[in-house]
């Protein structure tokens, strides 16, 4: 947490969730034409060690397919989301905080999404009007809760490699072109991300640390120490501090 504020830029791939479906599971989905591409843009802030919230952006495609056996269709939509979400992380959380190479974190928010959904024949590859199932629902704007989780990769105090996985769920049954059974579509998007962290804040007082005794004496089989500090009351209470205590002997 060296610095407060981050910003990633990720691509990943979308797989549908819905009525237009190539299964009845998520693996039934990892097919040529059920896997789109998306572009997503994140600004987060670290508010404590454990949490954090975050301003992002997607824009994506989705499509999907629903064999001959079934209702011979498939289906393909343009969407563009906004999401203001939390993360948590679970490393963190159970481990305490260090600067670590690895961070678990899991993720929630809630967002608007906005998308035009078309659905088309297998056979002809005509668009489907269907009144009340498949209509022309152009530019359509509705909630989502994106649930999830993912991992960080640190290189540096600056620079991280993201790994994020999460279910869009949408309030709302349009998102495929297709209304039918639950009232609810959603979409997978898994990505793999780049950020960047900036705006360090400005460095606290320095706690003054007192040891006794100051040279250390082996009695028995213990060293024994004690170290006494202060945190100055102009310290920030959300702040982290960090210290490696070292052992001299002689110039060693």
């Not at 009695?219 to 702040?239: L, M, Q």
């Amino acid at each position: 947490l060296y610095y407060q504020w981050y910003l990633n830029a990720n691509v990943g791939m979308t797989q549908a969730y819905g009525d237009i479906l190539a299964g009845n599971w998520h693996g039934d989905m990892l097919q040529g034409e059920s896997i789109q591409t998306g572009l997503g843009l994140k600004l987060g802030k670290h508010v404590s060690p454990v949490f954090g919230i975050y301003g992002s952006f997607l824009g994506a495609n989705l499509s999907g397919i629903s064999g001959k056996d079934t209702k011979n269709l498939r289906f393909q939509t343009n969407l563009m989301e906004g999401i203001l979400g939390v993360n948590m992380s679970l490393s963190n959380l159970i481990f305490g905080y260090k600067p670590r190479l690895l961070n678990f974190y899991l993720t929630s928010g809630i967002g608007l999404i906005n998308f035009t959904p078309a659905v088309y024949n297998l056979d002809t590859d005509d668009r489907v009007i269907i009144p009340g199932k498949a209509e022309e629902w152009d530019n359509t704007t509705e909630a989502l809760v994106p649930v999830g989780g993912g991992l960080d990769f640190r290189i540096n105090n600056r620079w991280d490699i993201n790994l994020e996985t999460t279910l869009r769920l949408v309030d709302g049954d349009k998102l495929d072109g297709y209304v039918s059974g639950e009232n609810t579509d959603g979409f997978f998007y898994t990505s793999v991300g780049v950020g960047y962290s900036f705006w360090r804040p400005k460095a606290g007082s320095k706690m003054q640390i007192e040891t006794e005794s100051a040279v250390l004496a082996l009695h028995g089989d213990t060293i024994p120490i004690e170290i006494k500090g202060s945190v100055p009351d102009s310290n920030d209470i959300r702040a982290v501090v960090d210290f490696s205590p070292v052992l001299m002997y002689g110039d060693q």
